[in-house]
């Protein structure tokens, strides 16, 4: 969609709300409805921003413990990984002893 038919689509909203304002309110006068539309638009502007500010806020802080799991799963697989690497080192080594032992037990 390009500028102008944005400013298009913009300006038919505006007419809705305009006409749906004079149908609802009477016959004012253009200014007075012109006047309310636009705190009307306003309204639904700021209304609109808050929940976006909101969802953001929202994102963040999902963001934040998304980042911090990650963290504590990498920690964990880090720990793991040495136990294993431990783990393995005492098994060769026991089987070192063992094959000493066996070998001690024939003389």
Do not use: P, W
């Not at 012109?34 to 953001?56: H, P, Q, S």
């Amino acid at each position: 969609m390009d500028k102008k038919e944005h400013l298009e689509e913009l300006l038919i909203q505006i007419n809705k709300k305009f006409n749906n304002l004079k149908n609802d309110l009477g016959n004012l006068g253009e200014n007075k409805l012109l006047l309310i539309t636009a705190v009307k638009i306003m309204d639904e502007y700021y209304e609109t921003k808050k929940k976006v500010d909101k969802k953001k806020e929202e994102l963040n802080d999902l963001s934040k413990k998304f980042k911090e799991l990650k963290s504590l799963i990498y920690d964990y697989r880090d720990k793991k990984e040495s136990e294993i690497k431990k783990l393995n080192l005492d098994h060769e080594n026991l089987k070192q002893e063992i094959k000493i032992i066996k070998k001690n037990t024939k003389i």
